[in-house]
């Protein structure tokens, strides 16, 4: 359960960030149509803007940024989808703990 509440803080926080900030969380293809953003475009884009707007520096996301390609990361986007769709993908206590560790410095700058 809190790996599944982990993931949606995630992502409600991050789209909160952003339609307090007016970055679109929505993106047109070539073709016309128009898309949500995934979770993990959407982390990186927000990472960005708090970086850019003085909330701290590259280095303070480094775990955030890594651990979005890195499918061994607790905060590995696809897994944090399998806690959610996957009844045989369960954490670890120490997973949990290491992803709010990682990630505490973007909550701080979401929410601020």
Do not use: C, Q
């Not at 970086?51 to 590995?76: C, F, H, Q, W």
């Not at 206590?93 to 973007?106: C, I, K, P």
């Amino acid at each position: 359960a809190v790996a599944v509440l982990f993931r949606v803080f995630l992502e409600l926080s991050v789209d909160f960030y952003m339609d307090k900030n007016k970055i679109p969380t929505t993106v047109t293809n070539p073709n016309g149509h128009t898309h949500d953003k995934n979770l993990k475009n959407k982390v990186r884009e927000v990472v960005d803007r708090l970086i850019a707007a003085g909330e701290g520096a590259k280095k303070d996301y480094a775990s955030v940024e890594r651990g979005l390609d890195d499918t061994r990361s607790p905060l590995s986007i696809d897994l944090l989808n399998a806690y959610v769709h996957n009844r045989f993908t369960t954490p670890k206590d120490r997973e949990l703990l290491a992803s709010w560790d990682d990630a505490r410095r973007l909550f701080e700058g979401l929410w601020k």
